[in-house]
């Protein structure tokens, strides 16, 4: 898995991670059942401590994008093809999506600009952002 993460950027390392493994399953380059490296693996690979990576994997787990057990590791539990979101999702993200919505406001982007953006965003996922 080639993942790229800024050092020198505001967002936590942590978080970028989680954000590139997001958008590798949303553009199809990560799938349900794929393998993730190990915390110490990608630690390495990064060069940072693998405790950061752990934290990454634990808000995956947390939001139900990977799975984590002894035997397999890390592994890839939801993308577009396995079905509708789990119990509360929709509520959690829309929350997220208000705040998005209002810095894009706050800036004065305008309707229009914010929906082109968003359709250049979702045609670049696999399905088309369409489950």
Known sequence: M?????????????QQIRDRVVEAVATGALKAGDPL????????????NFHTV????DLLRQEGVI?????????VRRDHTTG???AGFAETWQSRLRTLLAEATTQGLTR???L???EEVLD?????GRA
């Open 84 to 86: 509708p979101p789990d």
């Open 112 to 114: 229009e600009d914010v």
């Open 124 to 128: 670049g996922f696999a399905g088309g």
């Open 37 to 48: 490296p190990s915390t110490r693996q990608l630690g390495v690979d990064l060069g940072i």
């Open 116 to 118: 082109g953006r968003s």
């Open 2 to 14: 080639l993942l790229t993460i800024d050092l020198d950027s505001d967002t936590p390392i942590y």
């Open 54 to 57: 752990s934290k990454a994997y």
């Open 67 to 75: 799975r984590i057990n002894r035997k397999s590791g890390a592994v």
